[in-house]
Nanobody, 120 residues
Framework: QVQLVESGGGLVQAGGSLRLSCVAS????????MGWFRQAPGKEREFVAA????????HYRDSVKGRFTISRDNAKNTIYLQMSSLKPEDTAEYYC?????????????WGQGTQVTVSS
């Protein structure tokens, strides 16, 4: 079973950038499709981005296309979410997720989350 730990969240002004990281342990990382989800207060958790097992495929929700980039480094057991041109509506708790079978919505394993706050 894989364990996931996110980092990199924080407070940023609108238009700024942040890079989130998620380190996986406890299992063979390359066996997992990986993704990022987010949840704003009072709202449902929603999909943000996903990346396939080898990193050759990616998938994004429409509202972040062109602004966010997901990547993975299988040698470091890590995925990243580079976020640029941030907007106040991107404010949320961001969660890393993994699945051995489900892509582009890997939801079997979750990290604890990292908070991203975008001020206007």
């Amino acid at each position: 079973q894989v364990q996931l730990v996110e980092s990199g969240g924080g407070l940023v002004q609108a238009g700024g950038s942040l890079r989130l990281s998620c380190v996986a342990s406890g299992s063979i990382f390359s066996r997992y499709a990986m993704g990022w989800f987010r949840q704003a207060p009072g709202k449902e958790r929603e999909f943000v981005a996903a990346i396939g097992w080898s990193g050759g495929t990616t998938h994004y929700r429409d509202s972040v296309k062109g602004r966010f980039t997901i990547s993975r480094d299988n040698a470091k057991n890590t995925i990243y979410l580079q976020m640029s041109s941030l907007k106040p509506e991107d404010t949320a708790e961001y969660y890393c997720a993994a699945s051995m079978t489900d892509y582009p919505f890997p939801r079997d394993y979750w990290g604890q989350g990292t908070q991203v706050t975008v001020s206007s």
